[in-house]
């Protein structure tokens, strides 16, 4: 049974220019497969609460599991977290904790993932011409790998390219960058090339567009849970508890 957690953040405020507040969503995808488990589960708390939020979510997500699909004891485990951020080793140790109390009865493997958008690295492929834009009659794409393209860079890091040269909107947008996976070394499970190719086909499962995202959806639906839900809150008299029941149990913040 495999569970992954994807956290994301949003920044809001009443203005541009006025104090902003960070806000982190969190969205629950199980089985690996990409059905949601969303009732109830989808939450955007401060930056401040998310590390208390996660296992509240964690222990509501793994009790209505069990049930649900009656897992017997024995049974193995594996919990994948997508972040925003890198995770403290205090977080870390905090669901460390709590996978204890889960290991009495089963077996459990975690894995901590920094899906990082910023950084230095860029792919280059000195074989690729580019792919003609049909708009605008130029090349574009030029030197981008080709997309689900994965180099390893050590034990707990490696490059992701989610944009090839077909996915290139325009000549303009120059070299797409790839994901940096990172790996926190407080992870049970360390399969670099699987967690990857999960990373990979996550980013194919959106159900805003038919194409290909640039970001696995575990990051992508939560930044929009965070967004959406951190601005209703500035709303006067908005009450969270409108979020449950039929609207809460489904894909309202696509």
């Known amino acids: 049974h495999e569970l992954v957690f994807g956290l994301g953040s949003a920044n809001v405020g009443t203005d541009r220019l006025g104090r902003r507040e960070r806000t982190v969503g969190i969205t ?8 949601y488990v969303l009732e109830n589960r989808s939450r955007a708390v401060s930056f401040d609460e998310y590390p208390e939020q996660i296992l509240t979510m964690l222990r509501s997500t793994v009790g209505t599991l069990k049930q649900r699909y009656n897992w ?9 977290f997508h972040a925003f951020k890198p995770l403290k080793n205090t977080e870390v140790n905090a669901v460390k ?60 890091e490696g490059l992701l390219c989610l944009t090839g040269a077909n996915e290139v909107k325009r000549p303009e947008d120059g070299l797409p960058s790839p994901i940096l996976l990172r790996l926190h070394k407080g992870s049970t499970f360390v399969d670099m090339t699987y967690l990857a190719r999960q990373a990979f086909l996550f980013s194919c499962h959106s159900w805003r567009t038919f194409l290909p995202s640039g970001m696995p959806i575990t990051v992508t639906y939560s930044d929009l849970i965070a ?6 809150a500035l709303v006067p008299k908005w009450n969270p508890d409108t979020m449950v029941g039929a609207v809460g149990s489904g894909r ?3």
């Open 72 to 80: 017997q004891p024995g049974e193995s485990i594996r919990l994948i």
């Open 227 to 232: 967004r959406l839900l951190g601005n209703l």
């Open 28 to 35: 629950t995808v199980f089985k690996g497969d990409g059905d």
């Open 97 to 156: 904790t709590l996978m204890e109390e889960i290991a009495k009865e089963f077996t459990v493997e975690y894995a901590f993932v920094h899906v990082v958008q910023d950084h230095p690295f860029l792919v280059f492929d000195e074989k690729q011409p580019g792919v003609k834009d049909f708009e605008s009659r130029k090349t574009k794409g030029v030197m981008a790998p080709t997309r689900g393209r994965y180099i390893q860079l050590n034990r707990h």
């Open 252 to 254: 309202w913040f696509l």
